[in-house]
């Protein structure tokens, strides 16, 4: 089946710096990655849609300064959390999914992001 | 995409059927069921998704009211690793390609042994 790859799964990093956070669909090629975001006992919520080639989608109140996204190739997005603040910590999801419609979506296993 | 409503917690016995409700009143006819769970500090996974007729995979069973107003997921023998949030959502695709998924509160069930 369909396997999407997140990496890291897990990072801390001091306040300031900027993390970059990678997702691969590994035996499919995904026109459209989505990221997620999740903090703790919350549901997920949609942050932005990668698009392949061109500029990613932000969703209302995503500062898309902040959040960096990058889908250079047809299985990688990039999303990068620049100047990380205590308030970016959360756990943050991507998903792609198989050309055709109604394929269903296939998601990372996440990355926990704590910034100090 | 169509709102869904879940209750917010079940509880069923390890062995038993778990049979999941969703509610979906304002689906409109080109939208899909999906269903994903999410178990504790990992990304969601797909399950099952269907548009009116009843399906079946490995993992579980969709029945989808007449009128796609509700459905349930079945799991036919529930095991404790199946303990997770389990999310229905409706919707997913628009003109010309897949949009980003709307996830509700879900249900949380918890399989007892």
């Known amino acids: 089946g369909a396997v999407v790859s997140q990496h890291p799964s897990w990072v801390i990093c001091k306040s300031g710096t900027s993390v970059k956070i990678e997702c691969r669909s590994l035996d499919f090629q995904a026109t459209t990655m989505f990221w997620y975001r999740q903090f703790p006992k919350q549901s997920l919520m949609l942050m932005a849609t990668s698009n392949e080639g061109s500029k990613a989608t932000y969703e209302q109140g995503v500062e898309k300064d902040k959040f960096l996204i990058n889908h250079a190739s047809l299985t990688l997005s990039t999303l990068t959390v620049t100047s990380a603040h205590p308030e970016d910590s959360s756990f943050y999801i991507c998903?792609?999914?198989?050309?055709?419609?109604?394929?269903?979506?296939?998601f990372g296993d996440g990355t926990r992001l704590s910034i100090l | 995409d169509a709102k869904t409503t879940q209750p917010p917690s079940m509880d069923c016995a390890e062995g038993r059927a778990a049979n999941l409700p969703c509610n979906h009143s304002?689906?409109?006819?080109?939208?899909?069921v999906y269903w994903y769970r999410q178990i504790h500090s990992q990304g969601p996974q797909y399950i099952i998704h269907?548009?009116?007729n009843n399906e079946t995979n490995e993992m579980a069973s969709l029945i989808i009211t007449e009128d796609r107003k509700s459905s349930t997921l079945i799991l036919p023998h529930a095991t404790l690793r199946d303990t997770a949030v389990y999310y229905c959502i409706a919707g997913m695709y628009s003109g010309g390609g897949a949009d980003g998924l709307t996830f509700g509160k879900g249900t949380h069930l918890i399989i007892q042994p």
């Open positions: 998903s792609a999914n198989r050309a055709g419609y109604y394929q269903p979506q296939h």
């Open positions: 304002t689906i409109s006819g080109n939208e899909y």
């Open positions: 269907g548009l009116k």
